[in-house]
T-cell receptor
Framework: AQKITQTQPGMFVQEKEAVTLDCTYDTSDQSYGLFWYKQPSSGEMIFLIYQGSYDEQNATEGRYSLNFQKARKSANLVISASQLGDSAMYFCAMREGLRTGTASKLTFGTGTRLQVTL | DAGVIQSPRHEVTEMGQEVTLRCKPISGHDYLFWYRQTMMRGLELLIYFNNNVPIDDSGMPEDRFSAKMPNASFSTLKIQPSEPRDSAVYFC?????????FGAGSRLTVL
């Protein structure tokens, strides 16, 4: 079974609009972390936002927020006021086994390509 | 802070040649990860180190791949002999705990 599922291979959004990129995950761990990374056409991976499974509030970082719904095992990324520079691939990722301290693997989804249009 | 530094950024080589990719993690980060990104398989974790010790290499595809971390500030990923299917972008990342910082990647093309 896929650990991280991103069902939207591509998304379009108009500049200044908000967009939600979907991410669902599968884990039996009680303690885990969820990440979003941005990969522009230049290729580097840029950390955007992190949500711990025990965090009670949704994470926010500037125009990025994470809509964390634990019961549904979803961790959607919301980008508000989209800008042309937001056009990129976006990857959701999960790290399990935080409490045990033994597992540090970061499992990535297949990504969503976001295109911001004028 | 210079971030995670990878070299070379681009490598083009012929099948059968040895390829060595290098990574300098962020100082103080005790975890180091090697990932491979391809269109077909996405981002795959190859191996990771904690305090210079390899912890999990189950993602290393074959014996042709090897990784070392002789000290806290340097790691190598070696492919010998290289094959065309090894063509990919190889990322190195380091982290103190949860959040990983990625390098810019090394794009490998094996002809």
């Amino acid at each position: 079974a896929q650990k991280i599922t991103q069902t939207q291979p591509g998304m379009f959004v108009q500049e200044k609009e908000a967009v939600t990129l979907d991410c669902t995950y599968d884990t039996s761990d009680q303690s885990y972390g969820l990440f979003w990374y941005k990969q522009p056409s230049s290729g580097e991976m840029i950390f955007l936002i992190y949500q711990g499974s025990y965090d009670e509030q949704n994470a926010t970082e500037g125009r990025y927020s994470l809509n964390f719904q634990k019961a549904r095992k979803s961790a959607n990324l919301v980008i508000s006021a989209s800008q042309l520079g937001d056009s990129a691939m976006y990857f959701c990722a999960m790290r399990e086994g935080l409490r045990t301290g033994t597992a540090s693997k970061l499992t990535f989804g297949t990504g969503t390509r976001l295109q911001v249009t004028l | 802070d210079a971030g995670v530094i990878q070299s070379p950024r681009h490598e083009v080589t012929e099948m059968g040649q040895e390829v060595t990719l290098r990574c300098k993690p962020i100082s103080g980060h005790d975890y180091l990860f090697w990932y491979r990104q391809t269109m077909m398989r996405g981002l795959e974790l190859l191996i990771y180190f904690n305090n210079n010790v390899p912890i999990d290499d189950s993602g290393m595809p074959e014996d042709r791949f090897s990784a070392k971390m002789p000290n806290a500030s340097f790691s190598t990923l070696k492919i010998q002999p290289s094959e065309p299917r090894d063509s990919a972008v190889y990322f190195c990342a380091s982290s103190p705990r949860a959040r990983r910082t990625f390098g810019a990647g090394s794009r490998l093309t094996v002809l």
